[in-house]
């Protein structure tokens, strides 16, 4: 059982480029979830879908889009990479259940934007 | 606004001492608090959770307390060791069904031989 796989593990990127962070579950968990992680910063949600074809919003969107196309898939695109955007982005898929929700996370890509 | 407020940032302990992690929350809406593991290099880890209808939860060495009124919740590690060197991260979501987590900062901990 692989559970959330995220694909690159490390990327470096020029200032202006665009790419794609992809993640994958195979776990069945409707709710999916793409936060950052900075020095000092904690985690902090960038965008979450809560089903195929629904996507939202999270505390810092800003430079990065979302699609949910399937269950099991949700890629993060930077459309113009800044330096700004260098960190460690975190994919995490989750269930719901009567008492407890868990969040599981992938490995982590670290990007590094020049 | 910072929503979670945890503390230490950082926080050094002998083997076989007790590890004391602080979170305060300002939104009482919140009613789930879990607290999760990550080791360098590795993804969050789900170590435990607590909802607001009680005052404790155990979980062998882990232990969260929590107290509603003063809208603070903690993490103890009893006997603490080596292998429970890793940054910690409290969070709270609020709401029936699926929500949104909002982290504290994290704390790092490191367990001296």
């Known amino acids: 059982n692989a559970g959330v796989t995220q694909t690159p593990k490390f990327q470096v990127l020029k200032t202006g480029q665009s790419m794609t962070l992809q993640c994958a579950q195979d776990?069945?968990?409707?709710?999916m979830s793409w936060y950052r992680q900075d020095p000092g910063m904690g985690l902090r949600l960038i965008h979450y879908?809560?089903?195929?074809?629904?996507?939202d919003q999270g505390e810092v969107p800003n430079g990065y889009n979302v699609s949910r196309s399937t269950t099991e898939d949700f890629p993060l695109r930077l459309l113009s990479a800044a330096p700004s955007q260098t960190s460690v982005y975190f994919c995490?898929?989750?269930?719901?259940?009567?008492?407890?929700?868990?969040?599981?996370f992938g490995q982590g890509t670290r990007l590094t934007v020049v | 606004q910072q929503q979670v407020k945890q503390s230490p940032q950082s926080l050094i302990v002998q083997k076989g001492g007790i590890s004391i992690i602080n979170c305060a929350y300002e939104?009482?809406?919140?009613?789930?608090f879990p607290w999760y593991q990550q080791f360098p290099g590795k993804g969050p880890a789900l170590l435990i959770a607590?909802?607001?209808?009680?005052s404790e939860k155990k979980e062998g060495r882990f232990t969260i307390s929590f107290n509603k009124s003063a809208k603070q919740f903690s993490l103890h590690i009893m006997d603490s060791q080596p292998g429970d060197s890793a940054t910690y991260f409290c969070?709270?979501?609020?709401?029936?069904?699926?929500?949104?987590?909002?982290f504290g900062k994290g704390t790092m901990l490191l367990v001296s031989p």
């Open positions: 995490a898929s989750s269930y719901v259940r009567a008492v407890t929700t868990e969040a599981f």
């Open positions: 939104n009482t809406a919140f009613d789930y």
């Open positions: 776990m069945n968990h409707e709710y």
């Open positions: 607590i909802r607001p209808d009680v």
């Open positions: 879908s809560v089903g195929a074809g629904i996507t």
């Open positions: 969070a709270a979501s609020k709401g029936s069904g699926y929500s949104t987590l909002t």
